[in-house]
Nanobody, 117 residues
Framework: QVQLVESGGGLVQPGGSLRLFCAAS????????MSWYRQAPGKERELVAS????????NYANSMKGRFTISRDDAKRTVLLQMNSLKPEDTAVYYC??????????WGQGTQVTVSS
């Protein structure tokens, strides 16, 4: 029933931009904190950005340095990640996460982002 489907990944040159999309269904989207995580080969999954269920307050990992922007549209049941000034070290699989509490957390299957010349 619960589904999180990521899209928008692909190959981009250093300095370029991408916009990732996450489409949600099967749960009360507006009550969940939505987040983007990423995982590079041989590395642990890390938090990229999150946005709260009420008020839409956003938080970002320090390593993003203002290059990424997360947003949500509760009417469309989507969360977006705008990525600018991409670097090779941003190469990873990016995952969408929905969390209401520790007992209610869901993951998408991920979308590949590759930054290379």
């Amino acid at each position: 029933q619960v589904q999180l489907v990521e899209s928008g990944g692909g190959l981009v040159q250093p300095g370029g931009s991408l916009r990732l999309f996450c489409a949600a269904s099967g749960f009360t989207f507006s009550t969940y904190v939505m987040s983007w995580y990423r995982q590079a080969p041989g590395k642990e999954r890390e938090l990229v950005a999150s946005i709260t269920s009420a008020g839409g307050n956003a938080n970002y990992a320090n390593s993003m340095k203002g290059r990424f922007t997360i947003s949500r549209d509760d009417a469309k049941r989507t969360v977006l990640l705008q990525m600018n000034s991409l670097k090779p070290e941003d190469t990873a699989v990016y995952y969408c996460n929905a969390r209401r509490d520790i007992l209610h957390s869901h993951w998408g299957q991920g979308t590949q982002v590759t930054v290379s010349s």
